[in-house]
């Protein structure tokens, strides 16, 4: 299976290529393309990467963001996130490949308290929601062999120079430096190790899943209690504080809860993911080794 990665050297794109052997493919038949190689927005650019490259499958990991500035633009967001994400989709339909088109929880509205399956009705509160939610019709509208993925509170390992820094990494670095910090208690996601992400898309490209599909790590945390993991790690816990939502006063409304129940993926027989602490265990066990309590 040869695959493109588009907006590949940020954490999930790095996240496929490192699964890749243990999932059965070749590295070597992953062709990652950055923004510099490639951006999404710019549809002759696509149109010639796929020619050249005649993938059979592409996945675009691409993505305006961070959510609050979508806020202040959003145009740009709505062209990544919903309009080169169509071009995109189309593009792939002609050139006969499947494409696997990464989405958010944040489509969800927030007002379930229990875990959002696929057949929960999205309704976004951001302009950066609302944009990844067009982007997800669009990319079904052109092919029904295409695929969106939607995942929640992702963290792992961007090539150098590329991509987000995942939040638990910012808090580590404030935990470390001994900062002050303040983290709302009342927003709930499924935070998810993007290894194990890429395992679930290697797992529904095997057995040839359409549609939406959820993939997060099994279960809830605030994200004050993600906070709270990263400063015990760093021993010190006692410069961390809770905060609300409404204290925080973000410029982007956020849903209050947005844990994904990856219903399809177990009906298809694949094995679940595995549940959000353990995952954040070893992604500390891999990614900070050496990592010892500074208090
Ligand atoms: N992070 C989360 O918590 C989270 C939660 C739920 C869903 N998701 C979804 O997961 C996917 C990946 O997000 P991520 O946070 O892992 O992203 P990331 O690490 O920031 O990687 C995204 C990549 O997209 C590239 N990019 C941006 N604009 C582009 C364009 N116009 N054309 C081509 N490439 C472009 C960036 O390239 P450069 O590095 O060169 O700028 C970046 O490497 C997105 O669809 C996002 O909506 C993320």
Not at 120 to 131: D, E, G, K, Q, V
Not at 160 to 169: A, D, K, S, Y
Request: proline share 6%; hydrophobic share 40%; net charge negative.
């Amino acid at each position: 299976m040869d695959v493109l990665v588009f907006g590949g050297l940020g954490q999930v794109g790095e996240a496929i290529v490192a699964t890749a052997t243990e999932c059965g493919h070749e590295p070597e038949s992953i062709v990652q393309l950055g923004r510099a190689d490639v951006d999404i927005t710019d549809s002759a650019a696509v149109a010639a990467a796929l020619e050249q490259h005649e993938p059979r499958v592409a996945i675009n990991c691409a993505v305006f963001q961070p959510v609050d500035l979508c806020e202040s633009e959003p145009e740009a967001a709505f062209r990544v996130n919903a309009q080169a994400a169509g071009g995109l989709a189309q593009a792939c339909r002609r050139a006969a490949a499947r494409l696997v088109h990464i989405s958010t929880d944040y489509v969800f509205g927030g007002a379930r308290r229990k875990p959002y399956n696929e057949d929960h009705l999205p309704a976004p509160l951001s302009i950066y929601a609302t944009s990844k939610l067009a982007g997800e019709h669009l990319v079904l509208a052109a092919s029904p062999t295409h695929m969106v993925v939607r995942t929640s509170g992702v963290y792992g390992t961007a090539r150098e120079g590329h991509g987000t820094m995942p939040f638990i990494e910012r808090m580590l670095e404030r935990a470390l430096a001994k900062m002050g910090t303040q983290v709302v208690t009342d927003q709930v996601i499924s935070p998810t190790n993007a290894e194990d992400l890429a395992r679930g898309i290697w797992g529904l490209l095997g057995c040839g899943g359409t549609g939406v599909f959820h993939v997060a790590n099994r279960g809830e945390l605030s994200w004050f209690q993600v906070a709270e993991f990263v400063f015990e790690k760093a021993g010190t816990r006692r410069f961390l504080a809770p905060t609300t939502v409404a204290e925080y006063g973000a410029p982007a409304p956020r849903p209050a809860y947005t844990a994904l129940d990856n219903k399809r993926l177990r009906r298809l027989g694949l094995p679940d993911l595995p549940p959000t602490r353990e995952a954040l265990q070893r992604y500390f066990a891999t990614r900070h080794p050496d990592l010892k309590p500074v208090e």
